[in-house]
């Protein structure tokens, strides 16, 4: 499967890159120079969260990037115990404020947390936000099919992307599917399995690398890309930042994308979007 563009354009017209920068645990010394890496490499799209601590880190590396805001695409998440209308909106002007600019990308709903439910008032929060141009995007993250279609039941506002644990130990093709039936983009988090385990180490893995002449990485994150998925690998290496964006210049073959699917375990590394509150 060719690749042309490295955009894709989102259901409200918004184009986003495939591949971004995730920065869960990207703090303290190591940040500034993982993320000047990844920004001279040409990520412009930056993935970061209420919960990772590094909002006012990053608003001030990118900031002093000398990188125009309207080049960069910013997502970030409002955190379980901010959900609900008045919290979300609060937690949004905290998160702009620290990443010291008046509006995100893409904003999205960390964790569904049924238990609580309060995730439609906080979807009303955001979709208040994007009227008044606070947030250009709105989505969500660790949603499944029956809490996404509640969403679009109850506001009539379907969220344009889902961010979920996606990797081939871990491949959800029902939930991939749902998504592409119902307009909603596939963002892959943990995308290397978080390294978990065995993964860059599988045969299909390491014998597609050396027929493309590619890292085990490279191998993984292409099948993403392949699948229609978008990634926001972390690395704070800057020979793997480098390698982790460079995707476009081989191809899997069919036979490779099969095989690599067969890796899939149907069980989760990271939490349940039923259990994390
Ligand atoms: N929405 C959510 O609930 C949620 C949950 C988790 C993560 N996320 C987002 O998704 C991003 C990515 O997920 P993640 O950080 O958990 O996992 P990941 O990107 O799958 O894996 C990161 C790990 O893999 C290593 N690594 C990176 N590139 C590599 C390569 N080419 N070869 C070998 N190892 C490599 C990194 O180590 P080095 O740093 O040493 O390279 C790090 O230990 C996060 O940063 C965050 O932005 C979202």
């Known amino acids: 499967m060719q690749i042309r563009e490295r955009t894709i354009l989102l259901t409200d017209g918004v184009e986003i890159p495939r591949v971004g920068y995730g920065t869960s645990k990207v703090k303290g010394d190591q940040a500034h120079s993982a993320i000047s890496t990844a920004l001279e490499t040409g990520y412009r799209l930056i993935d970061t969260a209420e919960l990772y601590q590094n909002e006012s880190e990053l608003g001030h590396i990118l900031t002093n990037s000398g990188i125009d805001r309207e080049e ?142 590619t890292t085990p990485g490279q191998v993984v994150l292409r099948w993403h890309l392949q699948r229609d998925c978008l990634v926001i690998p972390k690395s704070v290496n800057a020979d793997r930042i480098k390698a982790n964006f460079d995707l476009y210049d081989f191809e899997l073959s069919e036979a490779e994308m099969h095989a690599i699917d067969k890796l899939d375990t149907g069980e989760r590394q990271g939490g349940s979007p039923y259990e994390v509150h």
């Open 72 to 213: 960069l695409f910013l997502t970030s998440k409002v955190w379980n115990n901010h959900q609900g209308y008045d919290q979300t909106r609060q937690a949004l002007d905290e998160s702009l404020n620290r990443l010291g600019t008046d509006y995100l990308d893409l904003y999205l709903i960390h964790w569904p947390c049924p238990d609580t439910d309060r995730y439609v008032d906080t979807w009303r929060a955001l979709i208040t936000a994007r009227a008044e141009g606070l947030v250009t995007s709105i989505g969500t993250s660790n949603f499944q099919p029956e809490h996404m279609q509640r969403l679009a039941d109850e506001t009539g506002v379907m969220p344009v992307l889902n961010q979920v644990e996606l990797h081939p130990y871990f491949n959800q093709p029902f939930l991939r599917t749902w998504h592409l039936e119902n307009g909603v983009a596939t963002q892959s988090w943990g995308p290397l399995g978080q390294r978990a385990g065995t993964l860059l180490n599988e045969e299909v893995i390491t014998t597609a690398a050396k027929a493309h002449g």
